[in-house]
């Protein structure tokens, strides 16, 4: 039977826009929707670069104001891919139109923004959905599996580290994620935000955390135009502007169910290009995960004989691992770009089953709570409770 067809307007161009824009043009051709995308229109913050977009990725028009977008009567689902500081608008005006949301994280800069999205979304009752990608990786929705069926215990630790190298050099430009008006907070917001998430996902709600922040370039030279994620682009300006966020963020918490553990987020770990790990210890068992190694999920049994005991690597690879059957074979290792592909076939199935996916902004709004009592432990240097956060 022939798909269904659903109409994507993108908002935002950059690296986010291209890998959802594979992601839509490929998923109903990997794994069984209703629905087949169109890549009906998009709109970014600099027309010359997205129009090169455009032609490159197939979409039918571009749009010099993403209101339009939200105008059109034939557009199914709004896609935020756009810099933090747009999403809360952006949904809220989206959810106001009826349409279906599909955000990327985290949900906005602030707590206050986080809530008036979630909100709009749920009156509208629309499908919606934030994209903390690293939950569908195949080896940690496995490691969820394992945890939901007990065989880790109860969990005694859990330790989210997430390190990036990219803004080492001091003139790397003053783009929008050294901004706390735009990116809400720097390594706090940009990678602690998947941290926490997982953290959720895995282990439950956080009740109080105690921070530690760091900034360790306090001024950056202006940004040319083409200054992106992870690129300082042609032309740095000989002027500087003050950095307003944090470079390294260190925090230790503590989880409703007794767990005790910590996440440390930097920009400042020379060599690490994307080292996103977790590590969960409980009384039966412990599971080790690191993105740098995205295929294999470490597994340790203590409920086996002592004399077999060991950490073992899953290769998360085979047919009866999440996601894993619809692509290759087993040992055929999948990427970052697979990801963005899971969360786009559930968003879809969401949209006809009529279900709730997660994470969604609800999601956001907590996840956002956290890193809020996270700023106010650092600023106030004690231990704070997230519901301290109104
Ligand atoms: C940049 O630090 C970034 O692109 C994050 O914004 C993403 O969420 C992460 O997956 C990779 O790094």
């Not at 940690?140 to 390190?163: M, P, Q």
Request: aromatic share 12%.
């Amino acid at each position: 039977m022939a798909k269904k067809k659903i109409n994507i307007g993108l908002i935002g161009t950059g690296f986010m826009g291209r890998a959802h824009s594979l992601a839509w043009l490929n998923v109903s051709r990997v794994f069984d929707t209703d629905f087949d995308p169109v890549l009906k229109v998009c709109f970014s913050r600099n027309p010359d670069l997205t129009r090169e977009f455009t032609e490159k990725w197939g979409w039918e028009t571009v749009t010099d104001d993403w209101r339009t977008i939200i105008e059109r009567d034939d557009i199914d689902v709004i896609d935020i891919s756009a810099p933090t500081f747009m999403h809360s608008e952006i949904a809220v005006a989206a959810a106001e139109a009826g349409k279906h949301i599909f955000c990327e994280k985290p949900a906005a800069v602030t707590y206050a923004q986080a809530k008036a999205m979630a909100e709009a979304a749920e009156k509208a009752g629309v499908v919606h959905y934030l994209n903390h990608n690293y939950r569908r990786v195949p080896a940690v929705t496995y490691a969820k599996h394992l945890i939901d069926d007990g065989r880790i215990g109860d969990i005694f630790h859990w330790r989210g580290t997430y390190l990036q190298d990219w803004v080492v050099d001091p003139n790397f430009p003053l783009t929008w994620h050294f901004k706390k008006e735009l990116a809400g907070g720097g390594p706090l917001y940009d990678l602690n935000s998947h941290s926490v998430d997982l953290a959720r996902y895995l282990v439950g709600e956080i009740d109080a955390v105690t921070a530690v922040q760091k900034t360790f370039v306090t001024e950056r030279p202006l940004p040319g135009k083409r200054a992106a994620t992870f690129t300082s682009g042609d032309e740095v300006s000989e002027e500087k502007g003050p950095v307003d966020i944090d470079d390294a963020s260190f925090i230790i918490a503590e989880f409703e169910r007794g767990t005790l553990g910590s996440f440390n987020s930097t920009r400042f770990a020379t060599g690490r290009k994307n080292c996103n790990e977790l590590e969960i210890y409980g009384n039966k068992g412990s599971l080790r995960w690191n993105f740098e190694r995205m295929n294999e999920l470490e597994f340790f049994d203590a409920t086996r004989p002592a004399a077999e005991q060991g950490f073992k690597t899953i290769s998360v690879t085979t047919g009866n691992h999440p996601y894993a059957g619809n692509w290759w074979g087993p040992g055929h290792i999948i990427g970052y770009e697979n990801t963005f592909f899971h969360a786009a076939v559930d968003f879809l199935n969401a949209i006809s089953d009529g279900g709730v996916l997660t994470p969604n902004l609800n999601d956001g709004v907590a996840c956002i709570r956290v890193l809020e009592a996270a700023i106010k432990s650092s600023e106030e240097k004690r231990r704070v409770a997230v519901a301290e956060i109104k």
